[in-house]
């Protein structure tokens, strides 16, 4: 399966690029191991409008370098010029931020899809590449995990290894692999999340974790983690609930014994166990979010059990599209109606 180009065009426009759950192999793919991802329903919005009067480039209506936002500074810096274009932009995003759902890849595909569309048509690993590069630099550690699922749609298998069947690979990086991205199937399941509310700190626990990962039983831990990913493909594409739920549950496990776990994780994991097939952290942890996947009809239960244990639960499918064009404006507000009615 390919990804097509987004077609080129002038601004007024509006980029929705999607959020991301991580299903497996979090940490250990930036050892180069295997992980999946899959691209979210929930996303950020990017406009890009022309300024009636001049002062270079605005966001959400003050200068851009008044932000200090390090996603945002590193796209200007990459993308000579945009700091001085009389452009606003107007960020809106339905996912908190730093709670492991992507957020920032979001952010920053759709910031380089606007940079890069007036130019004419975007290709896709064009747009994954370009993303990366700017979320490592403005993270200092990191995989192409969150940014290609983000350009892409779907579910991706994201490695070191190279396939035959893969969308497209990413060169390496200063002290990082080259990564090789592929389709996975990805069954039409209702998936659910939980924040905890505690923001995590991406190139923090990456380093911690990294320190555990250079004893001999982080060897271990990380070839476990490689295993459960690539069986979780398999299960996938076998739409085998049960088996995906127990290498979800398998995953946490071994994320736990790398320290990258939180007690508020681990109150919501506790709290979603009756209602779902598999539940673990997901994405840096640290704080952020927990995913599952929920027993067939049991996902008001469970968004209700995390609800009452304190997190922020939301329902989630599969974004089969990437980044791209679209009409109509996200309501405003960090993150609105995660669970209506609750
Ligand atoms: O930033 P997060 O919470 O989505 O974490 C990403 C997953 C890591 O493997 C920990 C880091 C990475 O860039 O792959």
Same mark, same amino acid.
């Given at each position: 399966?390919?990804?097509p180009?987004?077609?080129?065009?002038?601004?007024?426009?509006?980029?929705?690029?999607?959020?991301k759950?991580?299903?497996?192999g979090?940490? $250990?793919?930036?050892? @180069?191991?295997?992980?999946? /991802?899959? !691209?979210?329903d =929930?996303?950020t %919005?990017?406009?890009?409008e *022309?300024?009636?009067?001049?002062?270079?480039?605005?966001?959400?209506?003050?200068?851009?370098?008044?932000l200090?936002?390090?996603?945002?500074?590193?796209a200007?810096?990459r993308?000579?010029?945009?700091?001085?274009?009389?452009?606003?932009?107007?960020?809106?995003?339905?996912?908190?931020?730093?709670s492991?759902?992507?957020?920032?890849a979001?952010?920053?595909?759709?910031l380089?899809a606007?940079?890069?569309l007036?130019?004419?048509?975007v290709?896709?690993?064009?747009l994954?590449?370009?993303?990366y590069?700017?979320?490592?630099?403005?993270q200092?550690?990191?995989?192409p995990?969150?940014?290609? $699922?983000?350009?892409? @749609?779907?579910?991706?298998? /994201?490695? !070191?290894?190279? =396939?035959?069947? %893969?969308?497209w690979?990413? *060169?390496?990086?200063?002290?990082?692999?080259?990564f090789?991205?592929?389709?996975?199937?990805?069954p039409?399941?209702?998936?659910a999340?939980?924040?905890s509310?505690?923001?995590k700190?991406?190139g923090?626990?990456v380093?911690?974790v990294?320190e555990?990962?250079?004893?001999?039983r982080?060897?271990?831990?990380?070839?476990?983690?490689?295993?459960?990913?690539?069986?979780?493909?398999?299960?996938?594409?076998?739409e085998d609930?049960?088996?995906?739920?127990?290498?979800?549950t398998?995953?946490?496990?071994?994320?736990?014994?790398?320290?990258?776990?939180?007690p508020?994780?681990?109150?919501l994991v506790?709290?979603?166990?009756?209602?779902?097939?598999? /539940?673990?952290?997901t994405?840096?942890?640290?704080?952020?979010s927990?995913l599952a996947l929920?027993r067939?009809?049991?996902?008001?239960?469970?968004?209700?059990?995390w609800?009452?244990a304190?997190?922020?639960?939301?329902?989630?499918?599969?974004?089969?599209a990437g980044?791209?064009?679209?009409?109509e404006?996200?309501?405003v507000?960090?993150?609105?109606?995660?669970?209506p009615g609750?």
């Amino acid at each position: 399966m390919s990804a097509p180009p987004l077609p080129g065009r002038r601004w007024p426009f509006v980029l929705r690029a999607p959020g991301k759950a991580i299903l497996f192999g979090e940490h $250990a793919v930036v050892r @180069g191991r295997t992980a999946l /991802v899959m !691209a979210l329903d =929930r996303g950020t %919005e990017v406009a890009f409008e *022309p300024r009636r009067s001049p002062g270079g480039l605005y966001v959400n209506g003050l200068p851009w370098h008044e932000l200090g936002n390090p996603y945002l500074a590193e796209a200007v810096r990459r993308f000579p010029g945009w700091g001085e274009k009389d452009v606003s932009l107007t960020v809106r995003s339905q996912l908190p931020r730093a709670s492991g759902l992507g957020s920032s890849a979001a952010f920053t595909v759709g910031l380089v899809a606007g940079f890069l569309l007036p130019e004419g048509e975007v290709a896709r690993d064009r747009l994954a590449r370009e993303s990366y590069r700017i979320e490592r630099s403005a993270q200092g550690v990191g995989s192409p995990v969150d940014t290609s $699922a983000s350009a892409a @749609g779907g579910v991706l298998a /994201v490695g !070191a290894r190279s =396939r035959d069947d %893969e969308l497209w690979a990413l *060169p390496p990086e200063e002290g990082s692999p080259g990564f090789h991205v592929s389709r996975v199937n990805a069954p039409p399941w209702a998936w659910a999340a939980a924040y905890s509310g505690v923001a995590k700190a991406t190139g923090l626990v990456v380093r911690r974790v990294g320190e555990v990962f250079n004893t001999s039983r982080g060897e271990e831990i990380l070839e476990a983690i490689d295993r459960v990913a690539r069986e979780g493909e398999r299960a996938l594409g076998r739409e085998d609930r049960q088996e995906i739920g127990h290498l979800l549950t398998e995953n946490h496990r071994l994320l736990q014994e790398l320290g990258a776990s939180h007690p508020r994780l681990e109150s919501l994991v506790e709290a979603a166990r009756p209602f779902v097939e598999g /539940v673990k952290l997901t994405g840096a942890g640290g704080g952020g979010s927990v995913l599952a996947l929920p027993r067939e009809g049991q996902e008001a239960l469970l968004l209700k059990a995390w609800a009452r244990a304190g997190g922020v639960p939301y329902r989630l499918s599969v974004s089969p599209a990437g980044a791209g064009p679209r009409g109509e404006a996200l309501p405003v507000g960090d993150h609105p109606d995660h669970v209506p009615g609750l």
